[in-house]
């Protein structure tokens, strides 16, 4: 039984966006629960959207009046609004309940205690004095063959000028509808393809898009890092990272 919801990292560019939030899942509609938002102790309603067989383990085995620790990959569709794709659940105590023989080897409690996100990509603004992020993550081919569109993820926090077009991997918390950095390591420039805008443009910190995110990328979840391992299938689904 694995220990973490978050798969390791296995490559240094490996880019993802990821994270866990817990709450109450209210669907929109009754007899619908695909579409919802998750209701937060500290009074958030993050509009949300249920994912692939997770839809099976809420109807299954989940009491959806009481709050859960969710997956979630975010996206960031308006300016100060959090937008959540669900994939999966933390809670080993119920896979240990509902399947006998299994081991409790796993916690509902993770280090990183509740809202921790983690973003891995290309840092594509920063204006440190205002505390405005933009980073660019990028999806794998699909199994099909297409390549989805880059998305942006807008945050807050502070990170230097000098690590414009570098690929960054950003410890996160949920504040609110905002996820604000708490940790950011800078891993390697990023290559650059032609002169996009000459570099008195890179010397002003507004790198492309400006602070608020263009809709890149919305219809569909990540797919980045290892295959999920489904060992969990009835209590945690894994996303691809």
Request: aromatic content about 4%; glycine content about 10%; overall charge positive.
């Given at each position: 039984?694995?220990?973490?919801?978050?798969?390791?990292v296995?490559?240094?560019?490996?880019y993802?966006?990821?994270?866990m939030?817990?709450?109450?899942?209210?669907?929109?509609?009754?007899d619908?629960?695909?579409?919802?938002?998750?209701?937060?102790e500290d009074?958030?309603?993050?509009?949300?959207?249920?994912?692939?067989?997770?839809?099976t383990?809420?109807?299954?085995?989940?009491?959806?009046?009481?709050?859960?620790l969710?997956?979630?990959?975010?996206?960031?569709?308006?300016a100060?609004?959090?937008?959540?794709q669900?994939v999966?659940?933390?809670?080993?105590?119920?896979?240990?309940?509902e399947?006998?023989?299994?081991?409790d080897?796993?916690?509902d409690?993770?280090?990183?205690?509740d809202?921790?996100?983690?973003?891995?990509?290309?840092?594509?603004?920063?204006r440190?004095?205002?505390?405005?992020l933009?980073?660019?993550?990028r999806?794998?081919?699909?199994?099909?063959?297409?390549?989805p569109?880059?998305?942006?993820?807008q945050l807050?926090?502070?990170?230097?000028?000098?690590?414009?077009r570098?690929?960054?991997?950003?410890?996160?918390?949920?504040?609110?509808?905002?996820?604000?950095?708490?940790k950011?390591?800078?891993?390697?420039?990023?290559?650059?393809?032609?002169?996009?805008?000459?570099?008195?443009?890179?010397?002003?910190?507004?790198?492309e898009?400006?602070?608020?995110?263009?809709?890149?990328?919305?219809?569909?979840?990540?797919?980045?890092?290892?295959?999920?391992?489904?060992s969990?299938?009835?209590?945690?689904?894994?996303?691809?990272?």
């Amino acid at each position: 039984m694995r220990q973490h919801p978050i798969s390791p990292v296995t490559e240094p560019l490996q880019y993802r966006a990821i994270g866990m939030v817990r709450g109450r899942y209210v669907p929109a509609e009754a007899d619908q629960i695909t579409r919802g938002a998750i209701h937060t102790e500290d009074g958030a309603e993050i509009e949300a959207v249920v994912l692939g067989r997770v839809l099976t383990l809420m109807r299954r085995h989940l009491d959806l009046d009481l709050p859960h620790l969710w997956v979630a990959y975010p996206r960031s569709r308006e300016a100060d609004q959090l937008h959540l794709q669900i994939v999966g659940v933390w809670e080993p105590s119920t896979l240990a309940a509902e399947e006998p023989g299994a081991e409790d080897t796993a916690s509902d409690q993770l280090p990183e205690g509740d809202d921790y996100f983690s973003v891995r990509g290309e840092l594509i603004y920063t204006r440190p004095e205002s505390g405005d992020l933009v980073v660019k993550v990028r999806q794998k081919p699909r199994p099909d063959g297409a390549r989805p569109v880059p998305f942006k993820l807008q945050l807050h926090g502070e990170i230097p000028l000098q690590h414009l077009r570098h690929f960054v991997a950003l410890d996160l918390r949920r504040r609110g509808q905002q996820l604000c950095l708490e940790k950011f390591e800078v891993v390697a420039p990023m290559p650059q393809r032609g002169n996009r805008g000459g570099k008195a443009r890179r010397a002003r910190g507004a790198g492309e898009g400006g602070p608020s995110p263009r809709r890149d990328g919305e219809g569909g979840p990540d797919r980045q890092g290892p295959p999920r391992n489904r060992s969990h299938a009835r209590a945690v689904t894994r996303p691809r990272r």
